[in-house]
């Protein structure tokens, strides 16, 4: 098997030398009744041609690559620059553990440092840590974190959230045995704040939202009292807009895919977990700190380590140990081959073309924008007739648009919500627009 | 150590990034919505930014590097091949929302992947959600406290397990809302099947093992155990870490495990990345099928298709389907090796072990001498006075390897966790074992040489105490005119 | 270091040094060293009820965390805000300024039953 070096002979001499005659008699201490019950799985081995064979046949069953995309939902297309590719097969990096030998691991500790700091900037807060797997169990281990620090056993959670979000929430607050308590959405497609629950943890919001409406901040972490004010952020939209650091959030996650990832069918992500400094001790996840070497020299350790699983155990603030690390350093390196001014310039390119799709398309009879309220990267259109059966004559036409179901579930119905990003060009959105107009 | 921030800069980027239109404005942004203060993030130039992440990539020691033995890891080598084909547009670039007929080769192989790895697991199903082990674990305890809750079975609210078990296994456990109570191990390093009967009672959910243990031995009592807690009408969740121990020979749905979790960044070959992306996938017994996380992939005559309608589930883990990108390299790693291919990796695994062990226990304290699996726990306690493991460990990146596991399982004081991977050769076993043993000398002779450890690496030892009192997370800005 | 002869002690590695109602406590010598540098002491809140037995906080160093059990039962009434900004104190002095609580005992009978510091030494060697 050419991933194993050893040879017959290598096996002789070792298998004498622990004065035994056979690799069987290695596997005596497993009971026989279970040996006996094992059943193989089938399976030839291949040769590495006919493994790529394979693959490149289930490959050419996927029919998504011949689409214009426009579809968004936390996960878009956005474009990758081929250094963040690069830099990231470089085998060191990704065939490394994680850092508990931190002198031999300066390369991800520092990586992971730059990315902790550049995380908190686009959110404006004090620290961040050094990833969770996705968006949303970054969401969720945040309302735990915040019922923690709360106690009050109830977090409110606004309506115009992604469904995923929801989903894995719902699901972990039902097992921590917290009470989810909805806030409705107001006319103008944000998060009605009129009538806010009292007694609870926390208020959870999702900027921009679910309609791709950006949830005005201003005030909201004044009226909430103790509760927490935790928010889900979209991070490019965080280089044009003022972030919710800034209008006083507690806890801010996202995620980061958008931020050099492929789409991958939805995983491998990127969970972003951010928060104000006096919140160290119970947050979750790694977190990486400046220290200095026995010669004086700055270098980078795991700091807070008895918040986790490895030391505190059942009192651990998460059991989460291996994270998204490689993505996390793919981040960083897209976001410093961007810098400032390109994050900002992007954000600015992904705010013109939904803006420009957004017009076009509201010049149509019966075709409107669903809510007056600022967007970003995703615009939610009414349309006359059955949305859903426009979104496959779109399909039909070569455009992904996502299903109108999810919208309508959340009160607004015969509509679908369009994602653009830079990636998608005048000619494209041009194409798509003529394309709605056919499908009328 | 520079970071990117102190990185000077000459040149600036142009973000390869097409002109705007107009001149940068954000029509229709309110003011109050607009970002105020700069992103402190520079901009560089290409070369500048990829000689700071090469230089940085230098200062990494991964399994490519070297000899990377720690235990319960499983740093077993990365085919390449994986990396290329997860990487193939086709798959990297689908959206996770494309309707199904678009996805059909993503869906397919997914598809097999539960198949293989359900059988592998000799259990009746299996989900690919969970995108680590730990998350894994917490998978399997929802689906324990579901199956519960839907028995009207109130009482059980307690998991067991035995005080060699690793960190997340209690810390999983007391998220899902149990509480955790600890099973002495018997004086031979194995579950004591009097404390266990003991302390079954209807109050005890699941026991949740490692198979084999931290310790690297192997449970031999393994169908007493499981009888034993379902007969006390619980479940036995088995930690999947160790599977390159018994792969392709065993299973665990054989062994009586009702929750199974994968560690695909172990077993399967997917690299770590230094923390991550993983992917943990849970394999469960028939009465649990119907509560897996939403939603599965079913096969129609029309093709495969997501289905969500499945009422009785706990709901959902992850944003979508698990690391799916993870998923397909392992999937590339099982069709390589095959059924024989997987009984090379556990026979050689553990013959490497073996005979490491067998080499270094003349040197050093092995608690438990007997036959292991795919590890095997040395003590440091012995070697020299005033030195410890930590010192060990530190002096053997002068000579050019990871160390191995330290200070754990706790059962061991000054605990050495070795795995050594059957993709390692004798040779290099035989020159790792050289330099443990020299290291063992110098400890006696001259054991500064150990206390200023490691001399060779890019840095010094680091003062993690510092760091812990006083800690920086983030760059510390100078900011301009403050 | 020696152990104080007027100080009671525990077989969790606690010291206790009882005035009347209060009872004073901190970790002895032994504990400190056995965690290494202390980077970190969660403390209760003053006002806090225990009984003896019950976790009252907690003392951290890099690579380990040590649960600290009340000795006796009682009300914290003061603690050592010191350890917030200078854990190291417990390390340098553990039976003096590294003191953590003192609490108001709820039934001084209890103190009875706490170790005196020739018998604490001898658990140490067994």
Redo the contacts between chains.
Sequence with gaps: ??????TDA??E???Q??G?SS?EE??????Q???A??????????S?L???E????????????D?V?F?G???Y?H?V?S?V???A???????????Y????????L?????F???I???F?M???N??M?????ALAEAV?MADRVGRKGKVAVSRALFP??R??V???A????IELVEVPCGADGRTDLSALSQGVSALVLQTPNAFGV?E?L?GVKERLGEALLVVSANPIA??????PG?FGADIVVG?GQPLGL????????LGLFASR?AY??QMPG??????????G??????????R?????????T??????????A?SA??Y????????????A??N??RA?DLAAKIATFPGYSLAFKA?FFNEVTVRMPGDAERTRLRL?EAGF?V??SKPLAALGVPNALRFAVT?KRTPEEIDRLVLALGGAR | MRTIFEVERSGSSDAGLVPLPRSAGADGLPPSLARKRALRIPSLSEPELVRHYTWLSTLNFGVDSGFYPLGSCTMKYNPKVNEDLARLPAFAGAHPEADADLVQGTLAFLFEMTRLLREMAGMAEVTLQPAAGAHGELTGMFLVKRYFEEQGETKRTRILLPDSAHGTNPSSAAIAGFSVSQLPSGRDGMVDLAALRGALDETVAAIMLTVPNTLGLFEERILEVTQAVHKAGALSYFDGANLNAYVGRARPGDMGADVFHFNLHKTLSTPHGGGGPGAGPVAVSEPLVEFLPAPRIVKESSGLRLDWNLPRSIGSVHSFYGNVGVALKAYAYLLALGDAGLREVSGNAVLNANYLQERLKRTFRLPYDRLCKHEFVLSGEGIAEGVTTLDIAKRLIDYGVHPPTVYFPLIVHEALMIEPTESESKGTLDRFAGAMETIAAEAKRSPELLHDAPQKAPVRRLDQTRAARQPVLTHPFKERGA | MGYPTQFRYTKDHEWVSLEGERAKVGITDHAQKELGDIVFVELPRVGTRLKKGETLGSVESVKAVSDIYAPVSGEVVEVNRGLESAPETANRDPHGAGWLVVLKMADPSEAKGLLDAAAYERSLQG
């Design positions: 098997m050419r991933y194993i070096p050893n290598d096996r001499a070792m298998l030398a622990i035994r690799l290695l596997f005596s201490d497993i009971p009744a279970v040996r019950s094992f059943r193989p799985l089938d399976l030839p081995a291949r590495e006919e493994v790529v394979a693959a490149q046949g289930l490959a050419r069953a996927n029919r998504y690559g689409y995309s579809l939902g936390g996960v297309d474009y620059p250094v590719g690069q830099v097969s470089r085998s060191e990096f990704y065939t490394a553990y994680t850092p030998q931190p002198e031999v691991s300066q390369g991800t520092t990586a992971m440092f730059e902790q700091t550049m908190a900037e686009l404006g004090e620290i961040a050094a990833s797997y996705d968006g949303a169990t735990l995923h979000l989903r894995v719902s699901t972990y039902w097992a921590v045995g950006i005005d201003s965080c280089a044009l807009l003022e972030p800034a995620e492929s789409p991958s069918f939805g995983g491998p992500l400094e160290l001790r790694r977190l990486v700190s400046r220290t200095l070497d026995a010669a020299q700055t270098g980078y350790v795991l700091a807070a380590q008895t986790e699983q490895h030391i505190r155990r059942e009192k651990a998460s059991n989460i140990c291996t994270n998204a690390a490689l993505c350093l960083t390196v976001m410093a081959s961007l810098g400032a001014e390109g994050l900002r310039h992007l600015l390119l705010w013109e803006h600022p399909k992904l996502g299903s830079e």
